[in-house]
């Protein structure tokens, strides 16, 4: 059996950037169930988030971020975040990604809910792109062994120990395992659990998955972001407009061409995602519509086409010339704010087992993500887990402010009941699941999922191997869903609307 000192699975931003400085530290080996760039991490727009700008401060950025988070943020790990950012920016400038510049100085945009231009952009709209490519490029230039097609099926501990990750090779169907002195799942996140969704194909919760299967704890899952404007045309997955289109002065119209968002709230446009994605909803069936549209034919059309060259090709590519004419735009999953709990060196509660980027909780996003701080939080605790397992760090408790523990909820199921297909599960989550939620749908939604999960077939192959892992992500966002009898951030129920003091606490997730 093969030993390393470090096994990282994915290959995103997260898997890609804690591997280059794990390098550093011993032998490590990164496993990805697809071709290394097969992640949400290229897909990113709008760029990363980090106060560099003249007029910001770590500060600002903090107060931003808490404001988002809806109060269940862990201020501890968002001091961090915004204290270590700009030290991670000039670790990617140097590994070679190229952000966008004007006059020489790194160039900054504003995206909805941050109170200053300071999002960093390279390629215009194509951040992710560019990172991936550079870090991807770094990882095969350092010779770390990669194992492409190669899908992460279980976490080995022993004695709450970790030993070691079994693994599917996608191409003979073999099984292998691969012991490890520290395993960190970057695995991202679980997007595609919905219909509508604007993640990659990836994206099916399977680190949350294999981590809850393993006896880690799992927290704020009932917390998942919609974006509120992806593209909407007959035949075409949806495709992101980046909340920084909105940044730069596009705004929102309904059928009848009226400017809608400032009919909900003073922030307009600009308001953040939750608050965006309810009031299209509402305007878009107040109006009888299935869709609202976005507007950007009064700004400078270099504007468009040097800012956002990826979405303004797309569109053409379409036959939708976003210059002239308006946008066709609906909401779809887009961030998953929960995961794998972990504390500030993204440790998990299993030793040897660390967590990153979207499949992890380090409780910076909270109740709702701030635009951008994504990217920034996989590079910031990926360097932080390194430093932990090199004991540059103390260890530190796991504590991320009040929490409840539950375990899945039994619930009474019939005893046969056909296994779900992929576009089932996907459907069942989009309509009970959703953006407006509420007890009966949850519960129908809860019953359904644990009847699945009893009536799945041993996997053998990728797409079984995920359907597994998404049934077991589903039930976890969907009893937290149940659980939490309140409003906050992403998660809205229309039978109880509103926030509740009661409720400023995480619920955890066990076995
Ligand atoms: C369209 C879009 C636009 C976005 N725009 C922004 C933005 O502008 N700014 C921002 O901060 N964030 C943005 N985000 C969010 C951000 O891109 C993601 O949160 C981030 O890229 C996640 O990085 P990651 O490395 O954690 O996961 P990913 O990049 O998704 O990588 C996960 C990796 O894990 C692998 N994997 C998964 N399961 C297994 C398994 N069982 N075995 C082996 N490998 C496995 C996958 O194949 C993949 O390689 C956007 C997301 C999307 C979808």
């Known amino acids: 059996m093969k030993q390393y000192d470090y096994i990282i699975v994915g290959s995103g931003i997260a898997g890609l950037y804690t591997a280059l400085l794990a390098k550093k530290q011993g032998s490590v080996l990164i496993i990805t169930k697809g071709s290394i760039d097969d992640c949400n991490t290229k897909y990113a727009q709008g760029g990363i988030a980090a106060a560099i700008g003249k007029n910001d401060s770590p500060e600002t950025h903090f107060k931003d971020t808490l404001a988002a988070g809806d109060g269940l943020c862990n201020t501890e790990a968002v001091r961090i975040l915004v204290n270590e950012a700009s030290a991670r920016i000039a670790d990617l400038v140097n590994f070679g990604v190229p952000f966008d510049t004007v006059d020489g100085e790194i160039s900054l945009t504003l995206e909805a809910a941050h109170s200053t231009p300071r999002i960093l952009h390279a390629g215009g709209d194509a ?266 760090a103390e260890a530190s408790s796991n504590d991320q402010g009040e929490e409840i523990r539950y375990s899945l909820s039994q619930r009474r199921v019939p005893k046969t009941v056909p296994p779900p297909s992929r576009s089932a599960l996907q459907q069942l989550l989009w309509d009970k699941v959703g953006i407006i939620r509420h007890k009966e749908g949850l519960t129908e939604a809860a019953d359904v999922l644990a009847a699945w999960q009893k009536s799945l077939p041993q996997p053998t192959d990728r797409p079984s191997y995920e359907l597994n892992n998404m049934v077991i992500t589903g039930r976890l966002v969907t009893e937290a869903a149940l659980l939490r009898e309140e409003s906050r951030g992403a998660h809205f129920r229309s039978d109880f609307p509103q926030s509740l003091p009661q409720w400023q606490h995480h619920i955890i997730l066990a076995k």
């Open 127 to 392: 951040t992710g792109e560019h990172m991936e490519v550079t870090l991807s490029g770094q990882a095969r230039s350092s010779k770390i062994q990669v194992l492409e097609d190669c899908l992460a099926t279980e976490i080995l501990v022993e004695k709450g120990v970790v030993k070691g990750v079994k693994a599917l090779d996608c191409r003979t169907g073999s099984i292998e395992e691969f012991n490890c002195c520290y395993l960190i799942l970057a695995t991202g996140g679980a997007g595609q659990l919905y219909k509508f969704s604007t993640n990659s194909d990836v994206a099916t919760g399977d680190g949350v998955a294999l981590a809850f299967n393993a006896g880690a704890e799992i927290a704020d899952m009932e917390f998942f972001q919609f974006h509120p404007t992806t593209l909407c045309l007959p035949g075409v997955t949806p495709f992101l407009i980046s909340e920084a289109v909105r940044g730069e002065g596009g705004v929102l119209r309904n059928v009848d061409g009226h400017r809608f968002m400032p009919d909900y709230t003073p922030e307009a446009d600009l308001a953040p995602r939750d608050v965006v994605a309810r009031s299209i909803l509402y305007e878009a069936k107040r109006t009888g519509s299935d869709r609202v549209f976005l507007d950007v034919t009064h700004l400078p059309p270099h504007v468009i086409t040097t800012r956002f060259p990826h979405i303004y090709r797309f569109c053409l590519d379409h036959g939708l010339d976003i210059i002239k004419g308006l946008i066709p735009v609906a909401p779809a999953a887009h961030y998953m704010m929960g995961g794998i709990k972990t504390n500030s060196w993204g440790e998990t509660n299993i030793t040897g087992l660390f967590a990153v980027g979207e499949t992890a909780c380090t409780g910076v996003h909270g109740a709702n993500r701030l635009a951008s701080n994504s990217l920034v939080e996989a590079v910031v605790f990926g360097k932080r887990i390194i430093a932990r397992t090199t004991k540059e």
